[in-house]
């Protein structure tokens, strides 16, 4: 439960941020997101690894809304074998390369629209 608040809390506060840029996400903005969010997010890879590192080892389930590529959860899955996630978004770019993504990780990782 503890790690479900911290992620959800993560994606609000993302979410929040989006909103003061734009009011709205575009498909061209998943597109840029994918290509360049490393290089204009400072440390995003090191950031995604820390948050990782928080959830808590017990575990079982967890849900990362507006999960992006699924970078986060490959990070999570990489580092705790108890944890299942369902990952969504509704960005149909971020769909897709959150599939690729995290396809290598069988039933552990869900990926759906909302
Ligand atoms: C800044 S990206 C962050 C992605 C991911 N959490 C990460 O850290 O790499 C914001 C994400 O929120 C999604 N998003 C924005 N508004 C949304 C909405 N109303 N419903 C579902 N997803 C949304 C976008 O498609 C995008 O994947």
């Given at each position: ?12 506060m ?20 994918i290509?360049f ?78």
């Open positions: 439960m503890r790690s479900s608040i911290l992620t959800t809390m993560f994606t609000h993302e979410a929040r941020l989006v909103t003061v840029v734009t009011p709205q996400w575009e498909e061209q903005e998943s597109l840029n997101y290509k969010a490393d290089t204009f997010v400072p440390d995003r890879q090191h950031q995604l690894r820390l948050m990782a590192r928080l959830v808590a080892d017990d575990a079982v389930k967890l849900v990362d809304l507006c999960c992006g590529n699924g970078d986060f959860v490959d990070h999570l899955l990489s580092v705790n074998s108890n944890v299942n996630v369902i990952a969504m978004d509704r960005s149909s770019a971020m769909l897709d390369a959150a599939k690729l993504r995290l396809a290598r990780w069988g039933d552990r990782a869900k990926v759906v629209a909302f």
